[in-house]
């Protein structure tokens, strides 16, 4: 029987699949010159963040949802604002790419991202590079090139600039554990939105989830929008850069249980 925490997770889960897919069909649609027609990526973005950053100023202070953290001038100049800035690339080129290559595409194209952020990490010195990760970084690669060389509507530019939104969004990731949890702050979602949206007028389970939203958004713009027409190459390209994906959180969960494992241990050695 499912318990009552299992069910609201699914439950959260379901609800981001939908909102999460619900956005990025609808930036499409509003920024695609055939439906909508407002070509403007920076403006939508500059929308997108100053919408976020008043809600969560409502939630945080008004409707007191979770409490604010102690956050300084410096802090914010030197931590914030240059994560805020990435944040905002990462969405602006993000935004810019639907302009030039379909929404199924730039799905396949963000199989990518584990790739970003592991390089990136490496770069920063947050990370080390490791064979059996690294096999796994070519395996996506390669999947990814496959599924490009079978895109019928292959766009330069508009791949650029997707690839350029994640590399945008891995150096926030690794900005944000680098610059602030060294000083020992943690940010919920919220707290997050309140602190970086308005400088930018921009767990395996969850990747899983993030995988299954990508399925029902490349199978959705195939029927919403005519121009994203999906090849045999396209899904087998997407598929063997699923498996490098799936591999890479595999470790990851492998590494982090062998850690905490050891450090539960370290206590019980002390005592003895």
């Not at 699949?17 to 920076?42: A, D, E, H, M, Q």
């Not at 199924?104 to 490791?130: E, H, R």
């Not at 680098?178 to 921009?202: D, F, H, M």
């Amino acid at each position: 029987m499912i318990s009552r925490q299992h069910l609201l997770t699914y439950i959260y889960l379901l609800v981001y699949i939908l909102l999460s897919s619900g956005v990025i069909l609808y930036n499409k649609w509003v920024l695609s010159t055939k439906y909508f027609n407002f070509p403007y990526p920076i403006t939508l973005t500059m929308i997108h963040m100053g919408f976020s950053g008043a809600v969560a100023f409502f939630l945080i202070r008004v409707f007191k949802v979770v409490s604010p953290i102690k956050m300084t001038f410096k802090i914010y100049a030197t931590c914030v604002i240059p994560i805020s800035a990435f944040f905002a690339s990462s969405l602006w080129f993000g935004n810019t790419a639907y302009l030039y290559i379909s929404v199924a595409f730039i799905q396949m194209l963000k199989a990518l991202m584990p790739v970003a952020t592991f390089l990136t990490a490496v770069v920063c010195g947050i990370d080390k590079l490791k064979y059996d990760v690294f096999l796994n970084m070519v395996l996506v690669s390669v999947g990814v090139v496959v599924s490009s060389y079978g895109e019928i509507h292959f766009n330069v530019l508009g791949t650029t600039y997707q690839v350029m939104g994640m590399f945008g969004e891995a150096l926030r990731l690794v900005l944000t554990q680098v610059l602030l949890q060294k000083k020992g702050l943690t940010l919920n979602p919220i707290t997050s939105l309140y602190y970086i949206a308005p400088c930018r007028t921009g767990a395996v389970t969850i990747r899983v989830a993030g995988v299954l939203k990508d399925w029902i958004l490349i199978a959705l713009s195939t029927v919403l929008f005519p121009e994203s027409v999906i090849t045999v190459l396209n899904i087998i390209g997407y598929a063997i850069a699923l498996c490098g994906v799936v591999m890479y959180n595999y470790l990851k969960v492998r590494d982090t249980r062998a850690s905490q494992i050891s450090s539960e241990s370290l206590p019980d050695r002390a005592v003895k």
